[in-house]
């Protein structure tokens, strides 16, 4: 695989905060009121704790093969060894786009929640949002110590804003803030959403799907971190309870302190009603509401840094394993794949213009990503139980082959499978119902391009899906 190779400058307390802060960003901070608003207080907490469940089999599973093969690229280069080239391929640019995509989002919502302050109205968001651009493309630059760093920091603030949103929620439930007491009735009143209907869970089943999108995405940085086989494995096995406290317990507050009727919300009255902050208003702290803006703007800044980073990974891997032009491979004196970083920013520049000049762009953009989330998870599962079935058929001992194996084996990539794929065809159904063909077929349009690029490249290079008997179980050597 890589030659060159990158030098291995993440260490472990980098790593863990990466994975802390993962899935701590724009669909915690933005979506989750959406989740309550359209689903109402009992569908969002069973969705979020549907989706956690099913995080925690993928994170093991990728944790398995992180150990295993630390090597940069993460989903595309366990598709290589365990699948084959075709699959590889697809899914590696599937997941460039993805972070491109995500990227963009974030910009734009940092630039939007930048209008929260009358001084920043004057400015367009495009302007603002190219701003945030070069920062994250400065940053970038820099040596991955730094980035390690920058997101550091960020995370422990991003963190402290959940830990204190938290305590803020459960002073307001129990009547020590504010002028109201929340708590179960309040919980119970907003059991149902703006849809009564079941196929609306399934619809925030995908925004949950969303929130999470990015907690898989501390593998990619096995192959700059420093003993992956054993920084990997604490990564992943954080996030169970990551999951139970930062995303349940949040969605519990919100469900039962907000009224599902305020229409800042579900973003009627546009997209700087974060709940977090509706939260802080409630208690009647208007500057900790004002702070707690800033505080959400910084942890989106942290998220497209982080964003920025995983695509130029994932387009230096494809440039590695000759799914991408060679130039893409190269790397700076600070091992930094420069040019990776500038074409990747460049694209998100592209988002942000696309987002201008498209009336529902932001919409657009949003529920695209979803999709291609969950298909991504989906090939990494499948990679999963391809290696699990390759040491099963050449009798070879999982304790001696694997440094570090998933709690629930291959089991739990299975049911994660399964439940994926019933999602889609539910969420696409769901879409037909709602908004006819068009609707679903743009629900489904991730999948179709992920078949597509894989059976033509296929096709164009005669490939071959490996057999589990020839499936390479050597340890991986840098």
Not at 87 to 101: D, F, K, R, T
Request: hydrophobic share 55%; aromatic share 14%; glycine share 8%.
């Amino acid at each position: 695989m890589s030659k060159q190779g990158m030098e291995r400058n993440l260490k472990a307390r980098h790593i863990t905060m990466l994975a802390i802060g993962g899935s701590i960003g724009t669909g915690l901070f933005m979506g989750s009121g959406a989740v309550v608003s359209q689903g109402g207080s009992y569908k969002a907490v069973l969705s979020y704790i549907l989706i956690g469940v099913l995080i925690y089999f993928l994170m093991s599973a990728l944790g398995e093969m992180a150990s295993f093969y630390p090597v940069s690229g993460s989903i595309s280069a366990y598709s290589e060894r365990f699948v084959d080239s075709s699959l590889a391929n697809a899914v590696g640019w599937l997941y460039y786009i993805m972070w491109i995509l995500v990227a963009g989002i974030d910009v734009i919502t940092m630039a939007k929640l930048l209008q929260f302050w009358e001084f920043f109205q004057q400015f367009s968001t495009v302007g603002m949002s190219i701003f945030f651009i070069i920062i994250l493309y400065l940053i970038n630059m820099l040596s991955v110590k730094v980035f390690g760093e920058v997101e550091f920091w960020l995370t422990i603030i991003k963190v402290l804003t959940v830990v204190v949103f938290i305590i803020t929620g459960f002073a307001l439930m129990f009547g020590l803030l504010g002028n109201k007491v929340h708590g179960l009735s309040t919980f119970i009143s907003n059991g149902q959403g703006e849809g009564t209907s079941f196929l609306v869970f399934f619809g925030i089943l995908a925004i949950a799907a969303f929130s999470f999108g990015g907690v898989e995405a501390v593998v990619i940085t096995a192959g700059e971190s420093e003993e992956p086989a054993k920084t990997m494995p604490k990564a992943v096995n954080q996030v169970f309870w990551r999951i139970l406290i930062f995303y349940i317990a949040t969605m519990f507050i919100i469900s039962a302190v907000i009224s599902i009727n305020d229409p800042r919300l579900s973003g009627k009255s546009g997209i700087l009603a974060s709940p977090f902050t509706l939260v802080f208003e409630q208690a009647g702290l208007g500057i900790a509401a004002a702070l707690m803006n800033a505080v959400i703007i910084s942890s989106v800044f942290s998220a497209g840094n982080s964003c920025v980073y995983y695509a130029s990974r994932q387009l230096y891997s494809l440039a590695e394993n000759g799914y991408a032009p060679k130039i893409f491979n190269k790397l700076n004196s600070k091992s930094t794949p420069n040019r990776a970083v500038l074409i990747t920013v460049v694209s998100v520049i592209l988002c942000v213009f696309f987002e201008k000049y498209n009336k529902a762009g932001y919409g657009l953009l949003l529920s695209l990503v979803g999709i291609l989330t969950i298909c991504i998870w989906l090939v990494a599962l499948y990679a999963h139980i391809r290696l699990r079935r390759a040491i099963k058929i050449q009798n070879k001992n999982e304790a001696e082959v694997l440094p570090y194996r998933a709690k629930f084996g291959v089991f739990g990539s299975y049911l994660s499978l399964v439940a994926f794929v019933l999602l889609i065809i539910l969420q696409t159904y769901a879409d037909f119902v709602s908004g006819g063909l068009m609707s679903a077929f743009y629900t489904i349009l991730s999948v179709i391009i992920l078949a597509v690029v894989y059976y033509v490249y296929k096709l164009m290079k005669g490939i071959k899906t490996i057999k589990l008997k020839d499936i390479d179980l050597s340890k991986y050597e840098k």
